[in-house]
Every structure is written in C-alpha cells, then in structure tokens.
C-alpha cells in the first residue's frame, strides 16, 4: 500500500473547527464530506458540541475513541499547532491544515513548530493553506469548494488554494471528472513529488494537471517525472513568468520562482507539457482525458464554412500538425457526401448545405479511413438549421467510434451553438467555440504521446585531483572568481577543444611562449580585477613575430596599469590565435530550483539582444542536448545557409555534454561561461572562459 493510501482512501475524518453556522468553513466542509457519499466515519469537533448535520460533534478530539486517518485543520493559525499536537497524540495519520497564516505571512517558525510536533507522532501534513483534497477512491470531498465533483480520471494537484477552488468550479460547469484534486499549498511537509508519486500508482488517473508557483526540490521532482508510468501524462501550468510575478510568487507562497527559462526547460527535458494560460490547461487535460491517442500524423478537417475551415488550416500550420493531403483518399472518402461545389482539398468543405445527415456521412467516412488519424469537425451555425438533430449526430457518431481515433469539434455560432458544446461536454465529447482552442488542443494531444528516446549519461574521465587543485587554491586565496587560464586549464583536462596558451609573466616568457605555441597568437592580460580585458586595453590579437609580441606585451601592460591602477596583475596569456569560425556560448549556472544548469547559444548579437538560448538541466544525455541546440532560433546557421557549410553539431554536442558532467561533479562551479566556443565545420574550439565558484563564508 502506497504510503499516502490513507489520505486519498481514508476511514475516518476529524474535523477541527467544524462549524454549527451555514458558510462557514468549517460548516462547508462537514456539508461538502457527506454529500460526497463518503462512507468512512465523520468526526466533527467544536468545543461547543452537539450536532451538526446530525453527526454528533466532539469538544475534543481526545474524546474520539477510534483511529483517526485524517484531521482536518479550520481554527486560526495561533490555535492550530496546539490541535495538530492533540491529533497527532490520538493517532491521526495525516493533518490537511486549512488554515492560513503561517509562511505566507512571514510566519515561517510557526509553520516549521507545525511540522516538527507533526513528526514526533509520525503525521504527515497537506498545507497549510490548502482549500483540502477530493479523491474519487474514497469517494471524499473535504473541500470547502463546490459540493457535485464528478468522478473522472484527470487529477489536479495546486499550489493556489484559490485556483484550485476555481478550478472545481470549471470541472462541474464543463462537466470535467475528476479522479482527484489535491491543495498543496505552503508545502511545509507534503509536496507534489510525493502527491505524483501516489498519482502515478493510481489506476483512476490517466492525465494530472499540475499548478505550480515555485519548486524547492526541483531534482527530486524531475526523477519522479523521469520514473512514472508512460501512460500517464502531465500538463503544468507554472506562473510567475514575469520579474513581476516571480516577485507576487515570493510574496503569496514563501517559495522560489526560479528562472522562468529554466523551468521551461526542466519541463521539457522531462517531457511535461507547459500550459501558459488557464484556459489551454483546462483544454488540454479534457481533451487528453477524453480521447485515445492518434495512431499517425494525418489531420483532417471537415467544415460546412470555407472560411472557418481555412483559419483552422492557418492555426494547424502554426501548431505543427500535419494536414492530410493524399487527394485521391479524400476525394474517395468524401464522395458520399461532397456536392458539385464543395472542395475534397483538406479543409474537406462539405459547404453550406450539409446538415446533420451529411454530417453523419462525412464523420464516419473519417472514422473508417484508416489513413485518416484524427478529426477537426467544424460547424457554422445557420439559421435554418435542426440544431438538435445536429446535437444528436454528432454525439451517436462519436459514441459509435469512441477510442478508434481523436475527434474534436468546434460549432461556431450564438445560443444554438453554445447548447450544442454544452450537450458534447456532458458527453465527454471535447468541444470548442473558437477554432485556436481546439487545434492547440490537438497539438497538446500529439506532444504528450510522442515518444522520447532514452539514453543513458556514461560518465567521462577527466583528472579530478587537478581540477581540485586548481580549485583550492583560488578559495585559500578567498577568491570566487578564477582566472581566465585557470577556468580555460579546468576545461582542457575536462576534454573541451582548448587551443595552447601559457601565462607569461615577462617579456622573455611571451616570446618564449609564442614561438613555442607557432604564429599568429593572441594576448590577454590576467587579473582577477580586470573582467572586461578589450574595454581597458589588455588584448592583442593576430601578433606575426617577436616584434609584435614585445609590443603587445608593453602596451597590455602600460594600458592596464594606466586604466585600472589597482588591478592585481598575474600575468599575460599568451595563446594560439584560431581561425575564424561560428561564435557560439556555452554557459552553466545553479539555479535555486534545479541546481546545475546548462546553457546555449550563437554569440554576439544573438545572446546580448536577442536572448536565444536555451537551457537544460545538468547532466544532460547527448540526444537531448541535440533538442537544445535545435530549439533555438538561429539554429539554421548552424546547419548552414547560403552556401555555408553545416558547422560540427557533434562537437558542440560534445562540449555542453562535459560542462554538463563537470558543473554536476564539482558543486564547487557557481557559474561558468565559455564565450566563445568557436565552431567550425570541422571542430569547436575554447577562445575565452569564466568561471565563479563558491566561497563558504
């Protein structure tokens, strides 16, 4: 039995702080519990006593003489840990702490004194600040939300005590089952990685919408996500996109935003798909929850209305989905059906005149073709129509095939139209007024079932004690930030392409250098101090000879020395000047949520003003570093455009694959920039590194 078995499945529920006046909280959900056709035993506890929707109320929850799987919290926070301790003293396996007050508010010791007597008796905590949780097992509503939940297989797991309430409002109106609906809340105990890794051994559950404001245990979540059942899929909605909102975020939960770029990606590397608005998540899991999954690419649409069929093939472009176009299977599929002046083209146009007979005809045409693998139906509503032998139709003709493919259907139109989707719904037909909902919801249909090729992570070799080295002598110097040659040495013995270069302290060393390493060569000036060497004069670049070195090391040295009078000089980098290539950044940072995180891009322009990279949680396979690289927008120049040739995808693939491996195995590495990485159709080469590591204080 999973651990959380008892409190989706529970025997017996206390409630603390039930309340004897209608609308009350504590009154709701008493009401909310038995209306639910619950069958376990029903404590309500108020030191008033008495009775309360005939159930006798208990003044304490010592007076109950039975184990008790949950207690529902609904007195004030300053009252609450003194109940919680009662609760757990008698037993009580779990406590889903309605009340507010705690880390939301600042009050973070009270919250962490809540949990630590919590687990002295072993209890488990939801919350606090959660509005409860319905689970159809029990079946149990101990919400203070809407009480006619109706059972179904998607479940909703929400960060907001708000939303999620809202959000059982839509799942009644639309007619939405519902296999569970769980408020997380604060998270003091409970989290949504164990919440999902009791949703993932649910048989109910096919499809779990996920609300999230922030994630402090981001690794654990991911390997839950890496570890569930194919069969389940997961649509998440993340707010806090903006500055602005990961700010109301911090404020409203007491929990971490993150970079909204890098949850997008911990998503996708987990293979999650990423709602952003409200209204697409919904769509999206009714549709899921709704349908069987498409057995090929091919999209057909049928229209009565040229115009809308033509906005919809405009919006399935956009998405990615693949409009069928074999026209001698369209033209022998929709014969039955087609008048003299409609179009076999896809949009298949049955035009104007088709009612809900040609309607039936055309559906199970597209039902039969089994080169056909899912359905757009649209309807314009027309004023002379028998909307309810319409309404009919398509419900029997849907019935008729449920589960052979995917069908959605958009009726377009006033009050008719809108009876007719709301007669779908109740059907668990998904059925749509705006065309873009539907088709973005067919797209969410193909993107949770694609399959996503595993590939193990093999460890690389690299010499780990000079890394060390290398790393203990920047911090028994107190320094965060290492040196360029340091952070480029780090590089070369984790196996990354690093031209030859030498630190010359005189003028002898860099000619010595340079003649060594073979002409042109490059010159740096190194200083902790100095972060921008080119704005204060301390680089030299294409050097021929003696001469020219000589030079060059006079004049980094009198510019730096002139500009940054201060700055504590170690020395010149004296390195192998490479031909021109692709400038592409490699880049790694730690994120609050995740931890090591990888990063990429094209260089200049691309990354100062564009922002085109891409993130992706370290360590990362080489088949999903290959979707990384391929997400960004100028990935074409990378495989060559206007004559140029495709540059060494394979050797970039290379170098984020052991920055990945070398930021996750030494935790030391705060930050790292290779900037850039010079690519070539033959190569990749390291021009310039920074590295920022850690400091204990």
Not at 549 to 563: G, L, P
């Amino acid at each position: 039995m999973h651990p959380l078995e008892p409190l989706f499945n529970p025997k017996s529920v206390a409630i603390i702080g039930a309340s004897h006046h209608e609308g009350k909280i504590g009154n709701i959900i008493v009401r909310n519990i038995i209306s639910s056709g619950y069958k376990g035993k029903i404590y309500p506890v108020n030191p008033k006593g008495g009775e309360i929707f005939g159930l006798r109320v208990y003044k304490s929850i010592e007076e109950i003489n039975d184990d008790i799987d949950i207690a529902i919290i609904v007195i004030p926070a300053k009252f609450a840990i003194d109940a919680i301790s009662k609760a757990a003293r008698n037993g009580a396996k779990f406590a889903i702490v309605i009340t507010s007050g705690f880390s939301e508010v600042g009050n973070i010791k009270g919250e962490q004194k809540m949990v630590e007597v919590a687990k002295k008796y072993g209890m488990r905590i939801l919350g606090p600040n959660v509005f409860g949780i319905y689970s159809a097992k029990a079946p149990i509503n101990a919400t203070f939300g809407p009480a006619n939940v109706k059972k179904g297989n998607i479940g909703v797991i929400s960060q907001s005590g708000a939303l999620g309430i809202a959000m059982i409002g839509r799942a009644v109106e639309d007619n939405m089952g519902l296999s569970s609906i769980i408020s997380i809340g604060n998270k003091a105990d409970l989290t949504e990685v164990e919440i999902l890794s009791y949703l993932f051994n649910d048989d109910i559950t096919k499809v779990i919408f996920l609300y999230i404001e922030g994630l402090e245990n981001g690794r654990e979540f991911l390997q839950i996500i890496k570890n569930k059942p194919e069969e389940k899929k997961i649509i998440a909605l993340k707010a806090g996109r903006s500055r602005a909102g990961a700010r109301a975020v911090s404020s409203h939960t007491g929990s971490l935003a993150g970079m909204d770029a890098i949850f997008d990606a911990a998503f996708r590397q987990a293979g999650i798909l990423r709602a952003y608005s409200l209204e697409d998540g919904l769509n999206w899991v009714t549709t899921i929850a709704s349908s069987p999954e498409p057995k090929g690419r091919n999209v057909v649409i049928i229209t009565n209305g040229g115009g809308l069929g033509v906005v919809t093939a405009d919006a399935c472009e956009k998405y990615g989905l693949k409009l069928y176009d074999d026209m001698e299977v369209l033209k022998r599929t929709f014969k039955d059906v087609m008048p003299e002046f409609g179009s076999y083209k896809n949009p298949v146009d049955i035009t104007g005149q088709a009612g809900s007979k040609e309607y039936e005809v055309a559906l199970e045409r597209a039902f039969e073709e089994e080169s056909i693998h899912s359905i757009i139906a649209l309807y314009c509503e027309r004023g002379d129509a028998e909307l309810e032998e319409l309404k009919n139709t398509l419900i029997k003709v849907h019935k008729k095939y449920e589960g052979k493919k995917p069908a959605l259907y958009v009726i377009f139109g006033g009050e008719g139209a809108s009876g007719i989707i709301s007669a779908l719904k109740k059907n668990k037909i998904p059925a749509f007024s705006d065309v873009e909902d539907a088709v973005s919801s067919m797209y969410a249909l193909y993107k949770v079932n694609e399959r996503r090729e595993e590939e193990s992570i093999q460890q690389i070799k690299m010499d780990e004690e000079k890394i060390e080295a290398i790393i203990n002598s920047a911090l028994e110097e107190g320094r965060s930030r290492l040196l360029n040659n340091e952070a480029k040495e780090i590089l070369k013995i984790a196996g990354l392409g690093v031209p030859p270069f030498y630190l010359a302290r005189h003028i002898e060393e860099a000619v010595e250098y340079a003649e060594k390493i073979g002409y042109p060569v490059a010159m740096k000036i190194v200083s902790e101090d100095i972060i921008h060497k080119t704005d204060v004069g301390g680089v030299a670049l294409d050097l021929e000879n003696k001469r020219e070195v000589i030079e060059a090391y006079e004049a980094i040295m009198r510019n730096c020395k002139t500009n940054v009078p201060k700055a504590r000089i170690r020395g010149i980098e004296v390195t192998k000047m490479v031909p021109k290539g692709t400038e592409t950044i490699v880049g790694a940072t730690t994120d609050p949520s995740f931890g090591k995180v990888v990063m990429f891009g094209l260089g200049g322009i691309y990354v100062e003003v564009m922002k085109d990279v891409s993130f992706r949680i370290a360590p990362v396979s080489k088949k999903e570093i290959g979707r990384m690289i391929r997400e960004i927008n100028s990935y074409p120049i990378l495989a060559g455009i206007r004559g140029e040739g495709r540059k060494d995808i394979n050797a970039i693939i290379d170098a984020i694959y052991r920055v990945g491996m070398l930021v996750d195995k030494f935790k030391e590495i705060n930050e790292l920039d290779i900037n850039p990485l010079v690519v070539y159709e033959n190569g990749a080469k390291v021009i310039d590194a920074r590295m920022v590591i850690k400091v204990e204080k």
